[in-house]
């Protein structure tokens, strides 16, 4: 992936001081067509993926998950809170915030949200289907 100081090179290069593309890709060791790519694009600056930068929950997230799903079948007298579950977490030798193990938590409700959305629209319901075999009758 190229890099913004890299881009403002070429482009400097290219434009203010009218240096041929061969002569831009021999100077920077990059291929011509890389060189090509990045002057006729519109994009000022080259999009890069979200940093993923490693987090204290992620060696308990399958734990936490699991304890979510057990938790959700429950009555809700039954559940523990989520700060018994992040109690727990501390036990096993979590050592992060609370607030991590709350915004894992909502981040896997509205998953779950989504896989129940998602399945709803392509299951077909009991009701729907006693009642279209009543018509056919």
Same mark, same amino acid.
């Given at each position: 992936m190229i890099d913004v100081a890299l881009l403002g090179i070429i482009r400097r290069w290219y434009i203010r001081d009218?240096?041929?593309?061969?002569?831009?890709?021999r100077r920077l060791d990059i291929s011509r067509n890389t060189v090509r790519r990045y002057i006729r694009s519109d994009v000022s600056e080259p999009a890069y993926p979200a940093r993923r @930068?490693? !987090?204290?929950?992620?060696? #308990?997230?399958?734990?936490?998950?699991?304890?979510?799903?057990?938790?959700a079948v429950k009555s809700r007298k039954q559940r523990r809170t989520l700060k018994q579950m992040f109690l727990d977490l501390r036990e096993l030798g979590y050592e992060g915030s609370y607030d991590r193990v709350a915004a894992f938590s909502r981040q896997w409700k509205v998953g779950q949200m989504e896989r129940?959305?998602?399945? @709803?629209? !392509?299951?077909?319901?009991? #009701?729907?289907?006693?009642l279209s075999t009543a018509i056919n009758f």
């Open positions: 009218r240096i041929s593309i061969r002569e831009i890709a @930068s490693p !987090s204290s929950l992620d060696e #308990f997230t399958a734990r936490l998950s699991a304890w979510l799903s057990a938790e129940v959305k998602s399945a @709803s629209k !392509s299951t077909v319901s009991p #009701f729907l289907l006693l």
